[in-house]
């Protein structure tokens, strides 16, 4: 016999099934995950030795838990993953508000039912799915809201009292009970709202509009909270810290591998988009070290931090500002190109939170100075290193390249070129072909005239080379060649 085809009291006796706190079922859920080598948060990555671990520890020693991290650094997303630590099916005293326990009613509703009915009390069940409570903190939540009130339209519609507990109308702490209740952006809560869940996570009262309730709920707490609102517009009050168990630091992505996997789990791209563009390796791991620039610029507010959505939502902008340009150009399939990455600037401007000297600048102009950034740190890793200062006669790599655009006059490469002529352009510059060669032997056939471009915007970034942008496309030249020449 199933558990959930139970559906009175006395049977649920009989079937031996024996009733659990939530902590003690993530608990047990847990043990068994780790035991059998099953990873409980799939599709996190980057956190296997520091987040995971910890939001582990938590849940076996029973802890309510503080999540505390910028923007984008998957709180939530951990939050709603507990849920799959949960027994699939529990029962519940049916017509309950609560979801009371049939083997524990803390309602007047349940024990009244339970006196009246004995065993026969109607019984059903809740799906883990269903156990999982969400509220976002704002100024303008009330006791009311998270806690309960005196409804007075109950109290006439069952000629009662206000005297009676039986008016009171459940917020959405007591009607969560035995499922993982989450407050996103802890600190944006009043503080007398925080004082009123002191009770609840501690001794299990709560108390409404003069009703001393001994409501023992039975709940996971998960607070999630970003360190800057420690400083501009709320904090966490010191008792209901103490009353969290376990406070746990989540962090952005440390390597460019972890937040390209990522980047590709999140996008919103569609089969058509993959199967009809090709992104080369290099073109990945350009959008993600922007990321990393934006994290480390002097640009942007640090505290504010820079959300994961921002490389998923460049990603997004990448391909579709490839696709634009084959739907254009009439062809079915392309390449990313480096001067796609224009396409990327809308995505950067908006999850950037700019300090003075950026505001000053211009989102654009501080967009713009992250991918420059981001070139002139990969560079090196792809090709060898520009020095700043060289001997006057010392040969360098480039020196082919150089003189090759001293020789000519610029080199125009338009963003509308179909993809035989993009590619036919920059096989004109023949020193570009040796350097490919060379430094990269083992390149993907796809990958050389985005590797290509890749050396011109690299040695614009060590002034080798200048560029110039204008509305059809851009210009590369020496940058003191038509000087030279005007003399």
């Given at each position: 016999m199933e558990m959930n085809s139970i559906n009175t009291l006395g049977e649920l006796k009989k079937s031996g099934y024996q009733s659990k706190s939530i902590k003690d079922e993530l608990r047990d859920n847990l043990i068994g995950n780790i035991k059998n080598k099953v990873n409980s948060f799939e599709g996190i990555h980057g956190y296997q030795h520091t987040v995971i671990p910890e939001l582990e520890r938590a849940i076996l020693s029973r802890h309510n838990i503080n999540l505390l991290g910028l923007r984008g650094q998957a709180k939530t997303r951990l939050a709603r993953m507990m849920v799959n630590l949960l027994d699939e099916y529990v029962p519940y005293v049916e017509g309950s508000e609560i979801n009371d326990d049939p083997f524990n009613p803390i309602s007047r509703y349940a024990l009244e039912l339970?006196?009246?009915?004995?065993?026969?009390?109607?019984?059903?069940?809740?799906?883990?799915?269903?156990?999982?409570?969400?509220?976002?903190?704002?100024?303008?939540?009330?006791?009311?809201?998270?806690?309960?009130?005196?409804?007075?339209?109950?109290?006439?519609?069952?000629?009662?009292?206000?005297?009676?507990?039986?008016?009171?109308?459940?917020?959405?702490?007591?009607?969560?009970?035995?499922?993982?209740?989450?407050?996103?952006?802890l600190p944006d809560l009043q503080a007398r709202i925080q004082v009123a869940l002191f009770n609840i996570l501690q001794e299990g009262d709560i108390q409404i509009r003069g009703f001393k309730l001994r409501l023992p709920l039975d709940m996971q707490f998960v607070f999630t909270a970003n360190p800057e609102d420690y400083t501009n517009r709320g904090s966490i009050v010191t008792p209901l810290k103490d009353r969290i168990g376990s406070q746990i630091l989540t962090h952005y992505p440390e390597t460019i591998e972890t937040a390209r996997i990522i980047t590709a789990q999140e996008a919103n791209s569609g089969k058509d988009q993959k199967d009809h563009i090709y992104v080369p390796d290099l073109a990945k791991d350009l959008l993600e070290q922007i990321s990393f620039e934006a994290r480390e610029s002097e640009f942007i507010d640090v505290k504010s931090g820079v959300s994961a959505r921002m490389s998923i939502t460049a990603y997004e902008n990448l391909l579709s500002t490839a696709e634009r340009r084959a739907l254009?150009?009439?062809?079915?399939?392309?390449?990313?190109?480096?001067?796609?990455?224009?396409?990327?600037?809308?995505?950067?401007?908006?999850?950037?939170?700019?300090?003075?000297?950026?505001?000053?600048?211009?989102?654009?102009?501080?967009?713009?100075?992250?991918?420059?950034?981001?070139?002139?740190?990969?560079?090196?890793?792809?090709?060898?290193?520009?020095?700043?200062?060289q001997k006057q006669d010392e040969e360098t790599p480039y020196d082919d390249l150089i003189s090759w655009f001293f020789n000519n006059d610029g080199f125009q490469l338009l963003d509308d070129y179909d993809d035989a002529t993009y590619k036919a352009k920059l096989d004109e510059i023949a020193p570009l072909d040796e350097l490919v060669k060379e430094y990269q032997p083992d390149i993907d056939e796809r990958d050389i005239h985005f590797e290509k471009e890749f050396i011109l915007w690299g040695l614009v970034q060590f002034k080798k080379l200048s560029k110039y942008r204008y509305s059809e496309g851009m210009k590369f030249q020496d940058p003191y060649g038509s000087f030279i020449k005007g003399i």
């Open positions: 339970i006196k009246e009915k004995g065993d026969k009390t109607p019984i059903a069940w809740l799906h883990r799915s269903e156990r999982f409570a969400e509220k976002l903190a704002t100024p303008d939540v009330t006791v009311a809201d998270i806690i309960g009130d005196v409804d007075p339209i109950k109290a006439a519609n069952l000629k009662l009292s206000y005297a009676d507990d039986r008016v009171i109308h459940y917020g959405m702490i007591p009607r969560a009970n035995r499922c993982i209740f989450v407050i996103n952006e254009l150009a009439g062809e079915a399939d392309t390449t990313v190109r480096l001067s796609d990455f224009v396409g990327v600037i809308p995505s950067i401007t908006g999850k950037v939170e700019l300090v003075y000297e950026g505001e000053q600048e211009g989102a654009d102009f501080v967009a713009q100075t992250l991918m420059d950034n981001a070139i002139k740190t990969l560079f090196p890793q792809y090709f060898p290193k520009i020095e700043k200062l």
